[in-house]
C-alpha cells in the first residue's frame, strides 16, 4: 500500500466550484504539505503543516485554504475554482525526527482541470 | 528571492555519464537535495547533501560547494529508465520556512 495517497487522483471542475482535494499518509511523519506543479515548471509550495496545530502559507496560497485534521490527513481546498488553478497537486510529508529533516515524500499526485 | 537554476534538457547516450548542474542565490539553507520525476509520476528522492562534498549512492552521486553556490547531480552508467525530470531543491534555515525546487532538467537517454 502506498505511504501517501492522494484523492481524487483526476478531477475537472468548473469556474467558481469549491473543490477538496485530501492526502492521507501512513508514514507517521508530522510535517505535510502541499505543492502545485505546471507544466515545464519546479513544483511551488501552496501550504505546509508542521503539526495538528501548525498550518503556514507557503509561497503561493492565495485563493486555496487547508485543513489539518488529524496527523494523517492534510486537505486542500479551492473555495471557488478559476481556470489557472488547472495543475497537478501533490501533497508531501517528512520526517522531523530523521538525521535529513526535509526530505519530501510525495503522493501520487491530483491532476486538476477547471474549466 | 531565492531562486535555483538548471539546464531545462540534458540528452546522452546509453552508458555515458551525465552531470546536471544547480545553482542557487540564497544562503541560510540547510542542504541541497535532488528528485527524479518521470512523466506522469511523483517526484522522489535521490540525495542530499547537507555538508560540502561528494555524496554517492550507487549510480547516483550528488555534491555541493556552499562557497560557489552550486551543486550538481551526476548520473553513471545511464540506462533508458533514468529518463525523467531531476530537480534540485532546498529549505531555508532563517526567517520564513521556504522549501524551494528548481526549475527541473529533462534528461534524455537515448539508445
Known amino acids: 500500500d502506498a505511504d501517501v495517497t492522494q484523492t481524487p487522483r483526476n478531477r475537472i471542475t468548473k469556474t467558481g466550484k469549491r473543490i477538496m482535494l485530501e492526502c492521507s499518509q501512513t508514514?507517521?511523519?508530522?510535517?505535510m504539505y502541499w505543492y502545485r506543479q505546471d507544466p515545464g515548471l519546479g513544483l511551488r509550495l501552496i501550504y505546509y503543516?508542521?503539526?495538528?496545530?501548525?498550518?503556514n502559507k507557503g509561497e503561493i496560497s492565495d485563493g486555496y485554504s487547508v485543513s489539518r485534521q488529524a496527523q494523517a490527513k492534510f486537505s486542500l481546498s479551492l473555495e471557488s475554482a478559476i481556470p489557472n488553478q488547472t495543475a497537478l497537486y501533490f501533497c508531501?510529508?517528512?520526517?522531523?525526527?530523521?538525521?535529513?529533516?526535509?526530505?519530501?515524500?510525495f503522493g501520487p499526485g491530483t491532476r486538476l482541470t477547471v474549466l | 528571492g531565492q531562486s535555483l537554476e538548471q539546464p531545462s534538457e540534458v540528452t546522452a547516450v546509453e552508458g555515458a555519464i551525465v552531470q546536471i548542474n544547480c545553482t542557487y542565490q540564497?544562503?541560510?539553507?540547510?542542504?541541497l537535495s535532488w528528485y527524479q520525476q518521470h512523466d506522469g509520476g511523483a517526484p522522489t528522492f535521490l540525495s542530499y547533501?547537507?555538508?560540502?562534498g561528494l555524496e554517492e549512492t550507487g549510480r547516483f552521486s550528488s555534491f555541493l560547494s556552499r562557497s560557489d553556490s552550486y551543486g550538481y547531480l551526476l548520473l553513471q552508467e545511464l540506462q533508458m529508465k533514468d529518463s525523467a525530470s531531476y530537480f534540485c531543491?532546498?529549505?531555508?534555515?532563517?526567517?520564513?520556512?521556504?522549501?524551494?525546487f528548481g526549475t527541473g532538467t529533462r534528461l534524455k537517454v537515448l539508445a
Open positions: 508531501a510529508t517528512s520526517d522531523v525526527t530523521s538525521g535529513n529533516t526535509d526530505t519530501q515524500y
Open positions: 547533501n547537507g555538508l560540502d
Open positions: 508514514k507517521g511523519h508530522d510535517r
Open positions: 503543516s508542521f503539526d495538528v496545530k501548525d498550518i
Open positions: 540564497t544562503s541560510g539553507f540547510y542542504g
Open positions: 531543491a532546498l529549505s531555508r534555515a532563517s526567517g520564513t520556512y521556504k522549501y524551494i
